[in-house]
């Protein structure tokens, strides 16, 4: 049970690159998050996705395209990085049982940077 | 609409010595409640969770917290401070009419020294 995974760790790009992060979990969670963390700011939801087949804005999604794979697989997209990208961002599950307890699991994160 | 406010960004204690965090939310109704820490390049783990059950919540590595409605605060205490809890404290809380979105507060620093 490898919970929640994200690749890759570390990735620098030019602006302008695109690239994707991928994120699986293996919990058979409904729901899927992305965020973003800078310092002094704590996370900030860009994307999350509460179900196969859906995916809603957060608070800061300008910038990023996301898609929902299957029920395991939550990827993230830049089209065209931008050096306000450099960020690290974290991918999560949780389940949508609020009887149980339906906290959040994190993946390791991924350290960007966009020069 | 929800959202957490802690009030502390840096704290720093004496190994040996009480640890306090505090978090104050905001919601109209009973919402759900977490703690999370979050080590040095690392990502977040769950220290405890408050779901509308008992309101003194115990969690792992000898934290707790305790959910008071009438202040509307979560704060976490520990009784004892170890070095290795010198980390990035997080307080959270899910939406109550999306319970798929969860807030954060803006995250305290706690530095623990010997």
């Known amino acids: 049970n490898a919970g929640v995974t994200q690749t890759p760790k570390f990735q620098v790009l030019k602006t302008g690159q695109s690239m994707t992060l991928q994120c699986a979990q293996d919990?058979?969670?409904?729901?899927m998050y992305w965020y973003r963390q800078d310092p002094g700011m704590g996370l900030r939801l860009i994307y999350y996705?509460?179900?196969?087949?859906?995916?809603d804005k957060g608070e800061v999604p300008n910038g990023y395209n996301v898609s929902r794979l299957n029920k395991r697989e939550f990827s993230l997209r830049l089209e065209s990085a931008a050096p306000s990208q450099t960020s690290v961002y974290f991918c999560?599950?949780?389940?949508?049982?609020?009887?149980?307890?339906?906290?959040?699991?994190f993946g390791p994160g991924t350290r960007l940077t966009v020069t | 609409a929800q959202s957490v406010t802690q009030l502390d960004s840096h704290v720093s204690v004496s190994e040996g010595t009480p640890v306090l965090l505090r978090c104050n939310y905001s919601?109209?109704?009973?919402?759900?409640l977490f703690w999370y820490v979050q080590h040095p390049n690392k990502g977040l783990q769950l220290l405890l969770k408050?779901?509308?059950?008992?309101?003194l919540v115990k969690g792992i590595n000898g934290f707790e917290a305790e959910f008071k409605k009438s202040e509307t605060s979560f704060h976490l205490t520990k009784p004892s401070a170890h070095m290795s809890d010198a980390a990035e404290y997080f307080c959270?809380?899910?939406?109550?009419?999306?319970?798929?979105?969860?807030?954060f507060g803006s995250g305290t620093k706690l530095n623990v020294k010997p």
């Open positions: 999560a599950s949780s389940s949508r049982d609020r009887g149980a307890g339906y906290e959040q699991y």
């Open positions: 408050y779901t509308s059950a008992a309101t």
């Open positions: 919990m058979n969670h409904n729901s």
């Open positions: 996705s509460a179900s196969e087949g859906t995916t």
């Open positions: 959270v809380v899910s939406g109550v009419y999306n319970f798929n979105k969860f807030y």
């Open positions: 919601s109209s109704y009973s919402p759900s």
